[in-house]
């Protein structure tokens, strides 16, 4: 069983490669890829939460000390269990008429 098993209103998977952008003197861009190997992650929204819910998805972040620490997630898309850890800087809530809603990324290690 995934070590993240909180609920998701939503969840998007995303898929990109690192690429290294150079400019020229002249304005001519090089790229190039700086590994082959893909980044793939997910972008993940709660539901509507209460105060109390939304102390356990903050307690699951400081856990993991935010990005520093992997953990696993099972995918919705394909049902495999990935190693993931917290993209930086993504995890943020809103407050709107009485409820809490997170919203974060992970990364595949």
């Given amino acids: 069983m995934s070590d993240f098993t909180l609920a998701r209103e939503s969840c998007e998977a995303f898929l ?12 001519a861009e090089e790229r190039r890829l ?15 939460l ?17 990005a520093l620490t992997q953990f696993t997630f099972t995918s919705p898309f394909d049902s ?6 917290f993209v930086p800087q993504t995890f943020s809530v809103v ?7 997170c919203s974060f990324e992970f990364k595949v290690c």
């Fill in 80 to 85: 495999t269990e990935y190693n993931v850890r």
């Fill in 16 to 27: 990109d490669f690192d690429v290294l952008v150079s400019e020229n003197e002249n304005g």
């Fill in 50 to 66: 209460t105060y109390e819910q939304l102390q356990t998805y903050q307690n699951f972040i400081v856990s993991k000390y935010g």
């Fill in 95 to 101: 407050y709107e008429s009485g409820s809490f809603q």
């Fill in 34 to 48: 700086k590994n082959v190997t893909a980044v793939r992650g997910f972008k993940i929204k709660s539901p509507q």
